[in-house]
């Protein structure tokens, strides 16, 4: 069964940076994706399970990096330069499709809150 477990969540001031983590119990193409109140959820940054390739979405490229480590089998975001706007709660999915901008994720973490404080 795939599991996912995000981390490193919290408050930060505006300018700041995070690294979330997501946790996972095997080797899977995995995406971030964040949901602020009120608002739909988005795609932030995508990884194939190898690390050789990766998508971000345009709005949020320069300023948010995604990587992994496997044999931790951990994803990260590096989040710098942070905005209040960038407030919500992140998660992290995993599929075992091939990755695209457009992949369908199976399997969700429970998400981490990021609050950027202006």
């Known amino acids: 069964q795939v599991q996912l477990a995000e981390s490193g969540g919290g408050l930060v001031q505006a300018g700041g940076s995070l690294r979330l983590s997501c946790a996972a119990s095997g080797l899977y193409n995995t995406g971030w994706f964040r949901q602020a109140p009120g608002k739909e959820r988005e795609f932030v940054a995508a990884?194939?399970?190898?690390?050789?390739?990766?998508y971000y979405a345009d709005s949020l490229k320069g300023r948010f990096t995604i990587s992994r480590d496997n044999v931790k089998k951990v994803v990260y975001l590096q989040m710098n330069s942070l905005k209040p706007e960038d407030t919500a709660v992140y998660y992290c999915?995993?599929?075992?499709?091939?990755?695209?901008?457009?992949?369908?994720?199976?399997?969700w973490g429970q998400g981490t809150q990021v609050t950027v404080s202006s």
């Open positions: 990884i194939s399970w190898g690390g050789g390739t990766t």
């Open positions: 999915a995993a599929s075992r499709a091939p990755l695209s901008k457009g992949t369908v994720y199976d399997y």
